[in-house]
T-cell receptor, first 112, second 113 residues
Protein backbone atom coordinates (compact mmCIF):
# COMPACT_ATOMS: atom_id res chain seq x y z
CA UNK A 1 0.00 0.00 0.00
CA UNK A 2 0.88 3.65 0.00
CA UNK A 3 2.76 4.97 3.00
CA UNK A 4 5.12 7.65 4.24
CA UNK A 5 7.96 7.28 6.72
CA UNK A 6 9.53 10.37 8.17
CA UNK A 7 12.29 11.10 10.59
CA UNK A 8 11.24 10.76 14.18
CA UNK A 9 11.58 13.73 16.42
CA UNK A 10 11.69 15.75 18.34
CA UNK A 11 14.38 17.83 16.68
CA UNK A 12 15.92 20.71 18.58
CA UNK A 13 18.16 23.22 16.80
CA UNK A 14 19.73 26.56 17.53
CA UNK A 15 18.68 29.55 15.49
CA UNK A 16 20.45 29.76 12.11
CA UNK A 17 21.28 26.04 12.10
CA UNK A 18 20.71 23.87 9.03
CA UNK A 19 17.61 21.70 9.03
CA UNK A 20 16.98 18.37 7.37
CA UNK A 21 13.90 16.25 8.01
CA UNK A 22 13.98 12.96 6.14
CA UNK A 23 10.95 11.56 4.37
CA UNK A 24 10.68 8.41 2.29
CA UNK A 25 7.62 6.93 0.67
CA UNK A 26 6.13 3.79 -0.79
CA UNK A 27 3.51 4.19 -3.47
CA UNK A 28 1.84 2.50 -6.36
CA UNK A 29 1.36 4.80 -9.29
CA UNK A 30 2.72 8.30 -9.51
CA UNK A 31 2.35 10.25 -6.29
CA UNK A 32 2.44 13.93 -5.63
CA UNK A 33 4.42 14.77 -2.51
CA UNK A 34 3.71 17.43 0.09
CA UNK A 35 5.11 18.97 3.22
CA UNK A 36 2.63 20.43 5.66
CA UNK A 37 3.38 22.49 8.76
CA UNK A 38 1.29 22.65 11.91
CA UNK A 39 1.86 25.54 14.30
CA UNK A 40 0.66 25.16 17.89
CA UNK A 41 -3.10 25.17 18.17
CA UNK A 42 -3.66 25.37 14.43
CA UNK A 43 -4.56 23.14 11.53
CA UNK A 44 -2.17 21.93 8.88
CA UNK A 45 -0.95 24.37 6.26
CA UNK A 46 0.68 23.45 3.01
CA UNK A 47 4.36 24.36 3.08
CA UNK A 48 5.41 23.08 -0.33
CA UNK A 49 4.70 20.38 -2.87
CA UNK A 50 6.13 18.57 -5.88
CA UNK A 51 3.99 16.74 -8.39
CA UNK A 52 6.54 14.83 -10.46
CA UNK A 53 10.01 13.35 -10.24
CA UNK A 54 12.89 15.85 -9.99
CA UNK A 55 10.55 18.73 -9.16
CA UNK A 56 11.73 20.96 -6.35
CA UNK A 57 9.15 22.56 -4.11
CA UNK A 58 10.14 25.65 -2.16
CA UNK A 59 8.54 28.18 0.17
CA UNK A 60 9.66 30.45 3.02
CA UNK A 61 13.26 29.25 2.67
CA UNK A 62 12.28 25.58 2.87
CA UNK A 63 12.83 23.25 -0.05
CA UNK A 64 12.44 19.59 -0.95
CA UNK A 65 13.24 17.65 -4.11
CA UNK A 66 11.16 14.75 -5.38
CA UNK A 67 13.67 11.91 -5.82
CA UNK A 68 12.05 8.95 -7.54
CA UNK A 69 15.21 6.84 -7.53
CA UNK A 70 15.47 6.99 -3.73
CA UNK A 71 11.71 7.45 -3.12
CA UNK A 72 12.49 10.43 -0.94
CA UNK A 73 11.32 13.99 -0.35
CA UNK A 74 13.59 15.39 2.36
CA UNK A 75 12.80 18.83 3.76
CA UNK A 76 15.69 21.29 4.14
CA UNK A 77 16.24 24.83 5.28
CA UNK A 78 19.57 26.58 5.39
CA UNK A 79 19.00 28.76 8.44
CA UNK A 80 16.11 28.10 10.80
CA UNK A 81 14.39 30.73 12.92
CA UNK A 82 12.56 30.49 16.22
CA UNK A 83 9.33 31.07 14.29
CA UNK A 84 9.91 27.78 12.40
CA UNK A 85 9.14 25.82 15.56
CA UNK A 86 6.24 23.57 14.59
CA UNK A 87 5.32 20.02 13.63
CA UNK A 88 6.13 19.05 10.04
CA UNK A 89 4.27 16.34 8.14
CA UNK A 90 5.32 14.66 4.94
CA UNK A 91 2.43 13.38 2.80
CA UNK A 92 1.66 11.81 -0.54
CA UNK A 93 -1.33 11.64 -2.81
CA UNK A 94 -1.45 9.09 -5.60
CA UNK A 95 -2.59 9.78 -9.14
CA UNK A 96 -6.21 8.79 -9.71
CA UNK A 97 -6.60 8.19 -6.02
CA UNK A 98 -7.71 10.97 -3.75
CA UNK A 99 -6.36 9.27 -0.67
CA UNK A 100 -3.69 11.28 1.11
CA UNK A 101 -1.17 9.49 3.37
CA UNK A 102 0.72 11.26 6.11
CA UNK A 103 3.88 10.53 8.01
CA UNK A 104 3.83 10.57 11.81
CA UNK A 105 5.08 14.15 12.01
CA UNK A 106 8.34 15.64 13.25
CA UNK A 107 8.33 18.25 15.97
CA UNK A 108 10.94 20.96 15.48
CA UNK A 109 11.97 23.32 18.24
CA UNK A 110 14.33 26.18 17.43
CA UNK A 111 16.04 27.88 20.34
CA UNK A 112 17.38 31.45 20.25
CA UNK B 1 -11.33 34.29 2.35
CA UNK B 2 -10.99 30.65 1.29
CA UNK B 3 -11.32 28.49 4.34
CA UNK B 4 -12.50 25.34 6.06
CA UNK B 5 -14.35 25.90 9.30
CA UNK B 6 -15.09 23.43 12.05
CA UNK B 7 -17.27 23.67 15.11
CA UNK B 8 -16.89 23.28 17.96
CA UNK B 9 -13.15 23.79 18.44
CA UNK B 10 -13.17 22.12 21.83
CA UNK B 11 -15.61 19.61 23.24
CA UNK B 12 -15.70 17.58 26.43
CA UNK B 13 -18.43 14.98 26.61
CA UNK B 14 -19.34 11.74 28.33
CA UNK B 15 -19.41 8.20 27.01
CA UNK B 16 -22.49 7.44 24.94
CA UNK B 17 -23.75 10.99 24.38
CA UNK B 18 -24.23 11.55 20.67
CA UNK B 19 -22.38 14.47 19.16
CA UNK B 20 -21.82 16.11 15.80
CA UNK B 21 -18.80 18.07 14.64
CA UNK B 22 -19.61 20.35 11.73
CA UNK B 23 -17.35 21.12 8.80
CA UNK B 24 -17.92 23.66 6.06
CA UNK B 25 -15.81 24.87 3.14
CA UNK B 26 -16.32 27.83 0.82
CA UNK B 27 -14.05 26.78 -2.05
CA UNK B 28 -16.58 24.67 -3.97
CA UNK B 29 -14.41 21.59 -3.49
CA UNK B 30 -15.78 18.21 -4.47
CA UNK B 31 -13.56 16.23 -2.14
CA UNK B 32 -13.84 16.39 1.66
CA UNK B 33 -12.31 14.24 4.34
CA UNK B 34 -12.11 13.73 8.09
CA UNK B 35 -8.92 12.79 9.93
CA UNK B 36 -7.98 12.14 13.49
CA UNK B 37 -4.55 13.05 14.82
CA UNK B 38 -3.01 11.07 17.64
CA UNK B 39 0.55 11.36 19.01
CA UNK B 40 3.04 9.27 17.07
CA UNK B 41 0.44 8.18 14.52
CA UNK B 42 0.20 11.21 12.29
CA UNK B 43 -3.15 11.79 10.62
CA UNK B 44 -5.43 8.85 9.91
CA UNK B 45 -8.38 9.16 7.60
CA UNK B 46 -11.80 8.39 9.05
CA UNK B 47 -14.16 9.00 6.12
CA UNK B 48 -14.05 10.85 2.87
CA UNK B 49 -16.50 12.10 0.28
CA UNK B 50 -15.97 12.49 -3.43
CA UNK B 51 -19.10 14.59 -3.91
CA UNK B 52 -22.65 15.11 -2.67
CA UNK B 53 -24.19 11.84 -1.48
CA UNK B 54 -20.93 9.95 -2.15
CA UNK B 55 -19.03 8.88 0.95
CA UNK B 56 -16.63 6.06 1.77
CA UNK B 57 -14.66 4.66 4.68
CA UNK B 58 -11.09 5.60 5.37
CA UNK B 59 -8.66 3.70 7.56
CA UNK B 60 -10.40 4.12 10.94
CA UNK B 61 -14.17 4.46 10.35
CA UNK B 62 -15.42 2.42 13.32
CA UNK B 63 -17.62 4.45 15.64
CA UNK B 64 -18.12 7.33 13.19
CA UNK B 65 -20.71 8.35 10.63
CA UNK B 66 -20.75 11.10 8.03
CA UNK B 67 -23.16 12.62 5.57
CA UNK B 68 -22.79 14.85 2.52
CA UNK B 69 -26.12 16.39 1.68
CA UNK B 70 -24.64 19.66 0.45
CA UNK B 71 -21.36 20.25 -1.31
CA UNK B 72 -20.04 22.67 1.28
CA UNK B 73 -20.84 20.67 4.44
CA UNK B 74 -19.49 17.38 5.74
CA UNK B 75 -20.46 16.72 9.37
CA UNK B 76 -18.85 14.00 11.48
CA UNK B 77 -21.21 12.14 13.78
CA UNK B 78 -20.30 10.07 16.82
CA UNK B 79 -23.43 8.15 17.72
CA UNK B 80 -22.07 6.71 20.98
CA UNK B 81 -18.68 8.21 21.78
CA UNK B 82 -16.15 6.21 23.76
CA UNK B 83 -12.92 7.29 25.50
CA UNK B 84 -10.78 5.86 22.69
CA UNK B 85 -12.28 8.51 20.42
CA UNK B 86 -10.58 11.22 22.45
CA UNK B 87 -8.46 12.87 19.81
CA UNK B 88 -7.83 15.92 17.65
CA UNK B 89 -10.03 15.93 14.56
CA UNK B 90 -9.44 17.73 11.29
CA UNK B 91 -11.69 18.28 8.35
CA UNK B 92 -10.11 18.89 4.95
CA UNK B 93 -11.25 19.70 1.44
CA UNK B 94 -9.68 19.78 -1.99
CA UNK B 95 -10.22 19.56 -5.70
CA UNK B 96 -9.99 15.95 -6.91
CA UNK B 97 -6.70 14.61 -8.24
CA UNK B 98 -3.27 13.96 -6.83
CA UNK B 99 -1.81 17.34 -7.79
CA UNK B 100 -4.06 19.23 -5.45
CA UNK B 101 -3.29 19.86 -1.83
CA UNK B 102 -5.89 19.51 0.85
CA UNK B 103 -7.02 22.53 2.85
CA UNK B 104 -7.48 21.89 6.54
CA UNK B 105 -9.78 23.27 9.16
CA UNK B 106 -8.44 24.49 12.52
CA UNK B 107 -9.22 21.24 14.32
CA UNK B 108 -11.62 20.05 17.01
CA UNK B 109 -10.19 18.73 20.23
CA UNK B 110 -12.56 16.12 21.61
CA UNK B 111 -12.35 14.58 25.06
CA UNK B 112 -14.67 11.69 25.97
CA UNK B 113 -14.78 10.79 29.65
Amino acid sequence: GNSVTQMEGPVTLSEEAFLTINCTYTATGYPSLFWYVQYPGEGLQLLLKATKADDKGSNKGFEATYRKETTSFHLEKGSVQVSDSAVYFCALRVYNNNDMRFGAGTRLTVKP
Amino acid sequence: EAQVTQNPRYLITVTGKKLTVTCSQNMNHEYMSWYRQDPGLGLRQIYYSMNVEVTDKGDVPEGYKVSRKEKRNFPLILESPSPNQTSLYFCASSSPGSRHEQYFGPGTRLTVT
